[in-house]
């Protein structure tokens, strides 16, 4: 076997390693999964990391197991978290949990007939039918109070971070501890992966392993990937406008491309390795090439042309090149109007706006009146007159001159018009 943890460590996804998992990975095809709680119907970028581990795990060789917790997320998993989480009603959970499989689809192929083909399962299928009292005596027999109020996840909270912890969350441990426990009887899986805060629910899970298992000590293995973070330590995969996330429907792709491409130097030396499959060779290079002209932002838009493509598709890595090329480059109006009014409107997003009727654009608007009096884009129609004698004056990115008249023609998508003067002074018109 290839050394997928040597592979891993060069790009920073190795936090924390149990003994043993190295030489085991290297022995022979090893069955791993990663858990995925269903909080919402969609994942951020965030997930990506996990997602990306499981790529790493097939492309190695090894076959990867994705676990959606229809059962854990009933609970909420309490690591990281100073407060209770709110619990989801069962219609919900069945909601985020189809989501949550729908975009793990996308980048794991769960219909390979491969000898190490993914899995995808639900933990809510083994816990459904398994009583309290099944529970309390065939699991939470085996760890003690001791063993779980030692991990930092119960000893932060119980240290005065928030209200404390209910009985709830504090049995969160055990659960995921038993999914492993189940996935290792039924599939022969010996290694749980996931972020550093997860590190206490793993090893519950490989106690749980070597515990249950009546024919005596079972090998089992934990590894842990670091939480990822900006430089300037705020958060990583948020936006002004919140997540990021991987469904176009929640960003759009044009955001997902702009938030990699607006990635500080530090970050993208360090993201490139994290999140593209790129080779250490290659990545060196790139970051060398960057640090001779970081002004062109090399690294920049190679980790936003990678990671888009990965998340979304090529066709849709070129629409939003092209949109950004329509805000910082030298586009035509045809270009304008390949543009479909979420993207127009995101590519804008906060450039002034007004609206005019579109009856009035259909009749034809002189500029000028346009231009002050329907828009209040300048003060005056003085202002307007010499904007227009001094040549500054654009409509959909073409110059206009006084005369001119707005017409249906103009419309982009049979709603907007651009306005601009100078190279950066932009409004927008908004046919209604």
Known sequence: MKNLVA?????????????????????????????????????????????????HLERFGHKPIALVGGATGMIGDPSGKSDERNLLDEATLTHNVEGIKRVLSRFINFESTAANAPILVNNYDWMKNFTFIDFAREVGKRITVNYMMAKDSVKKRLSGEGEGMSFTEFTYQLIQGYDFYHLHKHYHCVLQMGGSDQWGNITTGTELVRRMNAEGAKEAFAMTCPLITKSDGSKFGKSEGGNIWLDADKTSVYKFYQF?????????????????????????????EHQQAPHLRVLQRKLAEEVTVFVHSKADYDKAVEASNILFGNATADDLKKLDAATFLEVFDGVPQAEVAKSEVQSGIDIVVLLNEKSGFLKSNGEARRALQENSIAVNREKVAEGYTLTAADLINDEFVLLQRGKKNYFVIRAV
């Open 260 to 288: 990699w491409l607006n990635t500080t130097d530090v970050d993208a030396e360090k993201y490139i390795k994290i999140f593209t499959f790129l080779d250490e060779p290659t990545i060196n290079a790139l970051i060398q």
């Open 7 to 55: 592979e891993l460590q060069w790009r920073g996804l190795v936090h924390d390693m149990m003994p043993g998992t190295e030489e085991q990975l290297l022995k022979e095809m090893t069955t791993a999964y990663i858990g995925f709680d269903p909080t919402s119907d969609s994942l951020h970028i965030g997930s990506l990391v996990p997602i990306i581990l499981l790529v």
